[in-house]
């Protein structure tokens, strides 16, 4: 069965051809972060308007790649959210009148099992049951994934998601957005044992995370020194440790709590090399293993959406989606009308 993947949910159009047999086929992306560093976050209506701008160049370039045509596919998916509204129409539509031009099912697909099913496309697979750590620009969440659809949230952040929190925190060090990676980098030449940042809700029972605190205790840190070279990588540093010991502690609890065995960490966040190195550290030492997919696949991409709409229709072949988008929409609630 051959797959058509849409996502355009924020800031990224995705479109990849994803095989059953064969695996992805055809992938095109583009990204807006130029588009809106700018404004130091993502703007909706232009994100939107760039979207319209990409779809439909992307999927030639895919079906391209894939040396597919139109009436090869079998089966279009999109992203029906959460997400912008705006944006999620754009690919809510294109998949819409695809349905109907070439008389084929159409699915829409909840964005983070997207992001939860997406480490099943690297080599290696991990194998079913594991912990999934979701830690983006926008997400940072910890789900148990029992298999396709069985998905239960562990724990979530209360307020900033840590992508989020590593991009301001970041601003604030004069880096354009997003900064995470450019802090990153600072964060290697810097003492993180300088700032004694707060390690939030680390002693805390439970599995949620809150990272607004923090960046605020980095502003607060930032206005009472002179903000030299030596400072801003040493913030930079103190910062990163404090948001890495959190997500390791939290990680490790959940493997504890849920007796897994596996962990797997997704999103913009997970290209992190300080966290990485930690957690292949503390897994270990806990006798369970870490994966890491490419971050082509950690990051919002149409063969995630393709994909999990393959194991989604084996499971149920049922009819189209009809037209529609769900710009809030819980995962627990996955399945519901
Ligand atoms: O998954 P992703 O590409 O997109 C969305 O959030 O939609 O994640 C992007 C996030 C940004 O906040 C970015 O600053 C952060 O991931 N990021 C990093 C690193 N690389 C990207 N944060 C910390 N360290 C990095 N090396
Ligand atoms: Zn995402």
Redesign the pocket.
């Known amino acids: 069965m051959l797959a058509l993947g849409i996502e355009t949910s ?3 159009t995705g479109i990849a051809l994803y095989d059953s047999e064969a695996g992805v086929l055809g992938e095109a992306l583009h990204s807006q972060v130029d588009l809106h560093a700018l404004y130091g976050g993502v703007v909706p209506e232009l994100a939107s308007r760039d979207h319209i701008r990409r779809i439909v160049p992307l999927a030639r370039e895919a079906l391209a790649q894939a040396g597919r045509g139109l009436g090869d596919i079998d089966l279009i998916a999109y992203t029906e959210g959460p997400g912008l509204a705006g944006a999620l129409l754009v690919g809510a539509s294109v998949a819409a009148g695809l349905g109907i031009a070439l008389s084929r099912p159409v699915v829409g697909i909840h964005h983070l099992e997207g992001h939860l099913l997406s480490p099943l496309l690297a080599d290696p697979r991990p194998a079913f049951p594991f912990v999934a750590l979701l830690v ?4 940072t969440q910890l789900m148990a994934v029992e298999g396709v659809g069985r998905y239960a949230l562990l724990g979530e952040t209360v307020d900033d ?4 929190a ?2 301001k925190t ?1 601003s604030l060090l004069g880096l354009a957005y ?4 450019a ?2 980098r600072l964060a290697a030449q810097g003492d993180a044992k300088r700032f004694a940042f707060p390690r939030p809700m680390i002693a805390a029972n439970g599995l949620d995370f809150s990272f607004s605190g923090l960046k605020t205790a980095a502003l607060h840190c930032v206005r009472k020194h002179a903000l030299d070279d030596r400072l801003r990588a040493d913030v930079a540093a103190s910062f ?1 440790a404090a948001v890495v010991d959190v997500l390791a502690a939290k990680c490790l609890r959940a493997l504890e709590e849920t007796g897994m065995e596996r962990l797997v960490v997704a ?3 997970g ?3 300080a ?1 990485r190195d930690r957690l292949a550290r503390e897994t270990a030492r806990a006798g369970a293993s870490v994966y890491f997919p490419p971050p082509r696949l ?3 991409n149409g063969a995630m959406i393709a994909f999990a709409a393959t194991m989604r229709y084996r499971d149920a072949p049922a009819g189209s989606a009809g037209f529609g988008v769900r710009p809030r929409w819980d995962l627990a609630a996955i399945g519901e009308a």
């Open positions: 924020c800031d990224e983006s620009g926008g997400h998601a840590a992508g989020e590593f991009d970041a997003p900064g995470g990676s802090l990153s990163q999103g913009g966040v290209a992190n090399t966290l950690c990051t919002d």
